[in-house]
């Protein structure tokens, strides 16, 4: 099955810091979404983005999709950026399930 | 728009019990939800495909008699853990799409503890 890799697995940010969570996934894709899950357990859509650049205040996103990866930009990261970063996919758009990365734990410290 | 309501958001019961959870959308229809399952710290893996009409695709090393799925109407899927044990403890998350090529929504999750 398609394989999603997410890096890094952990990052640390001082606030106001910016960064960027890659996500590689191993065959093409017709639907890439990417997810913050906040510390209730949430899944807050960010992107659906199976292919080119959006932006959304402080966060952009783009998925480069024939050569297979996505990236997600933090901009001035806050506390409340803290959580866990999916990047999942699905092969067919048909109605299809998600695969889902291992995600990226956020810290981000006053 | 694009509302997905699961509901209860939380759920405490002795080992035996069966416990239902729903899933709804809220503002569209939806042929297709899917059930997902979370471990602590650990990534969604998806349990079944529940498709309205017809019987559930459930992925491999689930257990279809254990995890009883109904999707009766376009806009409710539900998902029964049967005889739940503390093993069946977890985090559950339905997900669901107005049609292809679009984004799927997902729940705010249940959490299911078993004593």
């Known amino acids: 099955g398609i394989q999603v890799e997410q890096s890094p697995p952990d990052l640390i940010l001082q606030e106001g810091a910016n960064s960027t969570l890659r996500c590689n996934f191993s065959d093409s894709v017709n639907n890439l979404q990417w997810f913050h899950q906040n510390p209730w357990g949430q899944l807050i859509n960010l992107f659906y983005i199976p292919s080119g650049t959006k932006q959304n205040g402080r966060l952009s996103a783009t998925t480069v999709a024939t050569e297979r990866y996505s990236l997600l930009y933090i901009s001035s990261s806050q506390t409340t950026d803290s959580g866990v970063y999916f990047c999942?996919?699905?092969?067919?758009?048909?109605?299809?399930?998600?695969?889902f990365g291992k995600g990226i734990t956020l810290s981000v410290r006053p | 728009g694009a509302v997905v309501s699961q509901h209860p958001s939380r759920v405490i019961c002795k080992s035996g019990t069966s416990v239902k959870i729903e899933c709804r959308s809220l503002?569209?229809?939806?042929?297709?939800m899917f059930w997902y399952r979370q471990f602590p710290k650990k990534s969604l893996m998806l349990m079944a495909t529940?498709?309205?009409?017809?019987?559930?695709?459930?992925e491999q090393g689930v257990e279809k008699d254990k995890f009883l799925i109904n999707h009766a109407s376009l806009t409710l899927s539900t998902l029964t853990v049967t005889s739940a044990h503390p093993e069946d403890s977890s985090f559950y998350i339905c997900?669901?799409?107005?049609?292809?090529?679009?984004?799927?929504?997902f729940g705010d999750g249940t959490r299911l503890s078993i004593l």
């Open positions: 503002d569209f229809q939806a042929t297709t």
């Open positions: 997900s669901a799409s107005s049609r292809n090529n679009q984004p799927q929504h």
């Open positions: 999942a996919v699905d092969l067919t758009g048909a109605n299809s399930k998600l695969t």
């Open positions: 529940s498709n309205e009409g017809s019987k559930a695709t459930y």
